[in-house]
């Protein structure tokens, strides 16, 4: 089986990329973003799926401002919960596939091994509480052909990123102070998008189970281990970024003290997880350091 593609949120740094991947793939693809397709809207939502007819969509709109989301919290549920809620019903309508793009925030960052993608949810933040309902209404109203794909700490060509802001203060700093109590998974949006692709393709072909999925990088590091890693792809000196705690650099919303997710739902797909945070990495760089 086989069909066109409608990505939401297309001109974020996630999109951005998956479009590429998908235009590599050959796929019949619709790119969308905020302005064109405010997922709030029932009425937008109805009259953009009625056009395009979309055999898969991939849900990439979200409000991602962490901390404003504390405050803000209706508006955040309104994108990131009500938003996935009516794709998911209409969807629904329509037989097509929704693959929603979800966070490591869903978690509570308490643990001290990857996280499983059953592991029990427990968010501390009004952001991570806003896409926990999103991930409850695409399962829930599609139980079959709904799917879940958690991230973390992405970095990309297309947007604002914690690597280019490193690249960018490498040049102007004499030294930095970074959080080294916080661990995660580095995660190129390039590789990201490759297993969106690859999912829908499955979930078209039958031969991925819906549910929840992973989708960061191996292995694991903390902000100060991930920004010395930049330091030295730019040969500058790693010594100079300094180990500090999140205590030190509070802000609204609590951070996850460990993002690690696990990965063991791919093998069920046939699809392998994503490499090593360091590879690709090193793989990103050029483009990462030409867009600073």
């Known amino acids: 089986m086989s069909g066109s593609w409608l990505v ?8 951005q990329d998956l479009l590429a991947r998908l235009a590599r793939a050959g796929e019949t693809t619709v790119g969308m973003d905020r302005e064109a397709l405010d997922i709030t809207d029932a ?8 056009k395009y007819r979309p055999a898969v969509v991939v849900n990439c709109a979200a409000w991602t401002a962490v901390d404003d989301a504390e405050a803000r919290e209706d508006e ?11 794709l998911a019903g209409m969807c629904a309508e329509r037989g097509a596939v929704l693959i929603q793009v979800s966070t490591d925030y869903v978690f509570d960052g308490a643990g001290d091994a990857p ?5 029990p949810t427990a968010p501390r933040s009004a952001y991570g509480r806003t896409k926990l309902a999103g991930e409850r ?7 079959d052909t709904g799917y879940v794909v958690r991230t973390a700490w992405l970095y990309g060509a297309g947007g604002g990123n914690f690597a280019r802001t490193m690249i960018k203060l490498e040049g102007i700093k004499d030294t930095l102070d970074v959080v080294d109590d916080q661990s995660g998974q580095p995660t190129w949006t390039v590789d990201l998008a490759d297993r969106l692709v690859r999912l829908g393709q499955g979930a078209l072909a039958g031969t991925a189970p819906a549910g929840v999925y ?26 100079r970024v300094r180990p500090t705690t999140g205590a030190a650099l509070a802000r609204p919303a609590p951070r996850p003290a460990y993002s690690v997710l696990g990965h063991d739902r791919w093998t069920e797909a046939g699809i392998e997880p994503i490499r090593h945070w360091r ?9 990462l350091r030409g867009t600073s």
């Open 43 to 50: 009425g937008a939502v109805r009259e953009a799926l009625e």
């Open 137 to 143: 209404a695409v399962l829930s109203l599609l139980p």
């Open 214 to 239: 992973h989708g960061t990088s191996g292995g694991e590091t903390t902000w100060f281990g991930y920004a010395r890693a930049v330091f030295e792809q730019l040969g500058a000196d790693p010594e």
């Open 8 to 15: 939401t949120g297309a001109g974020g740094m996630l999109g």
């Open 76 to 86: 955040a549920l309104r994108v990131n919960g009500d938003g996935p809620r009516l």
């Open 279 to 287: 590879k690709a990495l090193a793989e990103a760089f050029p483009d």
């Open 115 to 119: 996280y499983g993608e059953h592991a």
